[in-house]
């Protein structure tokens, strides 16, 4: 969670403990539940069936300073108490240790609204499920700085890894790296054809680690592009979810699907056009170096346009809620909903953005 | 204008990664020369490179498993590109435990060196991780640009010490300088000098050797007319010289250096099966 923001949210519900995270630019979120059969004792607190359970949220820094030494941890700590005390402001974490040693950490907290990115896993076209090794095994031939990376499908199921070359920097210069999984690697694979997505490597990366860690596989749901990318990790008494937003495509219905030439590479084989006697020749042609459709700006680096859509106003009251952890009826955090809008929205675009279209229609309600 | 060759040892691999990041090391930008027989990695003197340069060779027979190449013409049978060595050196640092790798020169939207590194997966097919390098192809009325730099009429020529001390030794003056002066004389002596307004240090090595140069037109005998005891010495920039050793990942065979006093300071590294030439020139 750390490697998303700066802020832990603490969320206690009927279903579990909810920490999350979000990133400044609000374009990734991430939530893991810990359900109440993960703690020894868990009271959600709560005065009445409909009091509302109250939530904070505190430094991430202060958080993690707790828990500094994970080795020393194991070896010295029984038990740790977590107990929020809103009248004194404080949220208590008390490590119960060896030899009668107890320390006790205030951390001063700051009242939140519900922290809550909008996401449905039920909506979106295509899944993957991978052992986090695999993933992991992957990610691991990009080098440590990459910004984002486009996931792909290709032909024979495959599936693809590539780096994201930004628009702007020049495609003569730029090394691309892809990797190329067969199907049989996941764990399970229901993908849309030819579809696409890119997403940041840096969050995905703190998760992945998580789930290697724990040793438990990887599930990807996404959808088009601008729709956000949502990866789950499921145990029986934890489920963590991370939505990152995804880049759009600006002429996706146009065109066929083929931002970064994805579904136009074949599955690598040995005969590529290697005759450079044309290319000395025609050196001056352009043809083949302008694939792919120009993207917006990812939203990282686009600050927010400012949301003034009153016919969206309805409609987000009857957004998908959260699947897991939702209490029903709390309209999601305004704010933060806008990042889903943000991801899909271009800039000076003409006409009504398709894509936002999708993420605002109406619901039934879930 | 074709280049295909595939690596199926590893320590082939091994071998040939090491080479690759010692040269990413030496130079940002450099030129790929690939004849039937060799590769060459060439950097030229341009003042954009701090005027050092650089010329290493390997017999392609000793790493890969296949190689073919066909140059821009049949009389020129040859292709020179020029490529970041540090992107080689990333897609080949993944590639450590590979079934095979296979380098090819492509065309796609731009030339590039297409490396592709087959992996051994527990799935029923291979792993297949594609590095596309871009590369610029240098035509052919720029080869004379990039020529073998001939031994320089050197005043003096000697042995290195241990690479290993060496290296240390010039680390811990660079902290100190910008500047180093090597001197050597024909009876095995060298010391590094740095000189700063508050400190100077040398440190001395003796015992070294010289190697002996057979020349053709006979300086033989002029070299032993002289002063085996008088040095010859030049100023270079302390960082390329710790560059240089920094980038040696493996002990060389020999190591040696030709020094032209006060021009410039040249550096022969032999492995069983790859040579590096490095020059520095003085400065003024």
Redesign the interface.
Known sequence: LSRIGDELYLEPTESGLSLRAVNSSRSAFASFLFAPLFFQLYEPGGAGPDTELFRCKVHMKSFLGVFRSLPSLEKSVGKCLILLKPRASRLVLQLHCKYGVTKTHNLAFQECERLQAVFDTQRCASCLCAPARVLAEAVVHFPPTLAEVTLGTGPGGKISLRNYVEDEAEPSKTMVTELWLAEDEFQSVAVAPGSHITFCLKEFRGLLSFAEASNLPLTIHFDEPGRPVIFTLDDTVLEVHLVLATLSDLESNSQSPSTNGVSHLPAPSDDFADDLESYMAAMETSEGCSEGPRSPTFPLCTPRPAKSKPQQQEEEEEEEEEEEGAVPGTPPHKKFRSLFFGSVMTPGRPGPATAQEVLAEDSDGE | ????AKIVDLACLNHFSRIINTIAKLAKTCILRLTVCKLYFILSDKVANGGASMWCELSQGNFFDEFQMEG?AAEHNEIYLEF?PE?LS??LK?AQSAKAVKI????????CL?V?VELP?????S????????VG?I?RRMWNDFREPSVPDFDVSIYLPVLKTMKSVVERMKNLSNFIVIEANLSGEMNLKIETDLVSVTTHFKDLGNPPWASEDGCQSSVQGRDLESMAEACIDIKKLQQLLAGQQVNPTKALCNIVRKRIVHFILLHEEVSLQYFIPAVA
């Open positions: 204008m074709r280049f295909r821009v970041v992107n990333r897609a993944t090819k020169l492509t065309n796609k939207h731009c030339p297409r592709a997966s527990l799935s029923s097919s792993r297949i991780v594609t590095h596309d390098i871009p192809v035509p």
